[in-house]
T-cell receptor
Framework: NAGVTQTPKFRVLKTGQSMTLLCAQDMNHEYMYWYRQDPGMGLRLIHYSVGEGTTAKGEVPDGYNVSRLKKQNFLLGLESAAPSQTSVYFC??????????FGPGTRLTVT | AQSVTQPDIHITVSEGASLELRCNYSYGATPYLFWYVQSPGQGLQLLLKYFSGDTLVQGIKGFEAEFKRSQSSFNLRKPSVHWSDAAEYFCAVSASGGYQKVTFGTGTKLQVIP
């Protein structure tokens, strides 16, 4: 099993550009999450999904959109990137009543 | 609302010394509690978890944690630290039902000196 994978690993965007981050898991997990990690702030939840076709907002959803068209994939989109979105993005997945499994992260820089 | 406090931003210990990382949580019912470790440039790896039962939990890499309901704490311990333990450690809390939102602390960065 590959576990949780994230694509791409690194990306540099100019302000106003758009991009999509892909998260894939092969563990048949129902729940999937997108976090951002900034120095001194821990992990903050952007959006999450409790199953295929469902998404919901987390703590810091502004400027991001998500989709979960297939159970194994959870996409995070930035429609118009801003420097404040420079961060490391982590995807996680889990079963009900269990711990989260994390991907390796995507380091995004917006100039 | 649930919350997690890790009061120590940085901790430095000598190799071979004991370690205790503090975690205090706020949650109305019995929580699920986790400790994760993150090495530089890596994702988060689960060290241990508490769901119910024995309040002293054993994890990987020789770590353990104790759930103390009266103190709302879940401190992480290791009797003898190795240089490879240098990393950032995150405590997290979640509810036991629903979509199980997981709230993370801000992390404690551990430095190990020879």
């Amino acid at each position: 099993n590959a576990g949780v994978t994230q694509t791409p690993k690194f990306r540099v965007l100019k302000t106003g550009q758009s991009m999509t981050l892909l998260c894939a898991q092969d563990m048949n997990h129902e729940y999937m999450y997108w976090y951002r990690q900034d120095p001194g702030m821990g992990l903050r939840l952007i959006h999450y999904s409790v199953g295929e076709g469902t998404t919901a907002k987390g703590e810091v959803p502004d400027g991001y959109n998500v989709s979960r068209l297939k159970k194994q994939n959870f996409l995070l989109g930035l429609e118009s990137a801003a420097p404040s979105q420079t961060s490391v993005y982590f995807c996680a997945s889990k079963l009900a009543g269990a711990e989260q499994y994390f991907g390796p992260g995507t380091r995004l820089t917006v100039t | 609302a649930q919350s997690v406090t890790q009061p120590d931003i940085h901790i430095t210990v000598s190799e071979g010394a004991s370690l205790e990382l503090r975690c205090n949580y706020s949650y109305g019912a019995t929580p699920y509690l986790f400790w994760y470790v993150q090495s530089p440039g890596q994702g988060l790896q689960l060290l241990l978890k508490y769901f119910s039962g024995d309040t002293l939990v054993q994890g990987i890499k020789g770590f353990e944690a104790e759930f103390k309901r009266s103190q709302s704490s879940f401190n992480l311990r290791k009797p003898s630290v190795h240089w490879s333990d240098a990393a950032e450690y995150f405590c997290a809390v979640s509810a036991s039902g629903g979509y199980q939102k997981v709230t993370f602390g801000t992390g404690t960065k551990l430095q190990v000196i020879p």
